[in-house]
């Protein structure tokens, strides 16, 4: 379970990015954070692995206070928590199979991942998890020869690699069309299910995080506006979580979407006639 109590960061800038957020994420429940460019949401999933240093307030992963901990217990206790990122983050130049194994770096001593020797239940469970998100023939694979999907679900196997407890992502499918954002979305709330894993999901995609999430934090200049289930999502709600005129411009850059894509289709459609 994540606990986060009054959680508040002010950059040197002197941005308020996050102002006493308090709220609680139980086992198995996947959570979408939504709201406008701004609002904190990047900030707030950076601060729970303390990738950005909170200003004030707990950040409670069972009953450790990670805000608390110094370098090396923070080292150790960030193996609990895993990240996916909107870029993959993976390491390019390196097969499918040593992406994966990555994800066991915190665990294995210098010298086995210095000369990539993984022990042999590491690997095991590498290959079950690549089978898992449906890469076990890529395994071999330079991570550059994927396309974005597949690089996602690399991703995803990384982090599930870890055994962590909970998992934190940052804009899963930013970078992909809205075919394989709905199956890597799938891909994700299933591996969460399977195994009762808690996950913040930061997503720009309401109709996505409607479909997909449990629960939904709206962020507004740093609070926290809405929490609640996806229906409960309303067009008044929508328009105080992104404000009157960012709602409807993307409500309209959505149906200027769809018609792109219905014109698209009939093109292809009349092509193949
Ligand atoms: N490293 C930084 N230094 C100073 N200010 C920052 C830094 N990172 C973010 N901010 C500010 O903090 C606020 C919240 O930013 P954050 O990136 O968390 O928002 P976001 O909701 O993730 O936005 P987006 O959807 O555009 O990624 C913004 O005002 C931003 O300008």
Known sequence: ???????????????????DVTLTIPKGQIVGLIGPSGAGKSTLIRCINRLV?????????????????????????????????????????LTVMENVLSGRLGYVPFWRS???????????????????????HQADKRA????????????????????????????PTASLDPKTSRQIMRLLTEVCAERDLPAIVNIHD?????????????LRAGSVVFDGAPSELTESVLTTIYGAEDWHAMRRGDEEQSEAEADARDRMAALAE
């Open 1 to 19: 379970m994540l606990k986060l109590e009054g959680l508040s960061k002010t950059y040197k800038t002197g941005d308020a990015a996050l102002s």
């Open 53 to 93: 240093e909170p200003t004030a307030g707990k950040v409670l992963l069972g009953d450790i206070n990670l805000a608390r901990l110094g370098k090396t217990e923070l080292r150790r206790q960030r193996r609990r928590i895993g990240m996916i990122f909107q870029e993959y983050a993976l390491v390019e130049r």
């Open 114 to 136: 210095f000369l990539r020797r993984y022990p042999g239940r590491d690997v095991q469970q590498a290959y079950r998890l690549l089978d898992r998100v449906g890469l076990m």
């Open 144 to 171: 550059d020869a994927l396309s974005g999907g597949q690089r996602q679900r690399v991703g995803i196997a990384r982090a599930l690699a870890q055994e962590p407890e909970l998992l934190l992502v940052d804009e």
């Open 206 to 218: 309401v109709p996505l995080a409607q479909q997909f999430m449990q629960r939904i934090i709206g």
